[in-house]
């Protein structure tokens, strides 16, 4: 039992911290639309720590888009490439070469892949967006590279340089 409220208390502040970072973004007008950069997009190498992640992020996902506004079309499929992602992260760090720091990094493409493929049909059918696909792979593409790859990348290579392990 104690286990198991370990788990869902994680998974609850891994929500919590998704919503709270996704709102910091969206202050900035930068939570959504065709140029995204959510600060929270960074916790999804949270799942290479810790299978909690990816309830949370998932949770996090379905709350931060309902709460900002987005079209049922984006809380339903963004969080679902939130939740490919996580577990993505997470299948990808059972793996020898990501266990080391050099190939950890690999962990952080999994969202990065999962959003390009997913978002820029929501912007195109969702919201109607006049761009091309291509284009709005490109453009989410890059958000996610900077928010996943390289805040995300930090953020994991932090935690792991000081022991961080939940279990």
Do not use: H
């Amino acid at each position: 039992m104690k286990k198991k409220t370990y788990f869902i208390a994680v998974a609850a502040i891994t929500a919590a911290l998704y919503v709270a970072l996704t709102y910091s973004s969206n202050a900035v007008g930068l939570a959504s639309g065709m140029i995204q950069f959510r600060l929270s997009e960074a916790l999804t190498i949270l799942p290479y720590f810790t299978p909690a992640a990816i309830p949370g992020l998932t949770i996090g996902c379905i709350l931060s888009n309902t709460l900002t506004g987005c079209v049922i079309w984006d809380i339903i499929f963004g969080s679902v490439a939130t939740l490919l992602g996580a577990v993505g992260t997470y299948l990808l760090s059972k793996l020898p070469l990501c266990k080391k720091t050099e190939g950890a990094l690999l962990c952080t493409l999994p969202p990065v892949v999962a959003n390009m493929l997913i978002v820029p049909f929501i912007l195109k059918y969702a919201y109607e967006l006049p761009d091309a696909i291509p284009f709005m792979m490109l453009t989410v593409g890059i958000g996610e590279v900077v928010c996943c790859c390289i805040l995300g990348g930090i953020l994991l290579l932090s935690l792991k340089k000081t022991g961080f392990r939940v279990e």
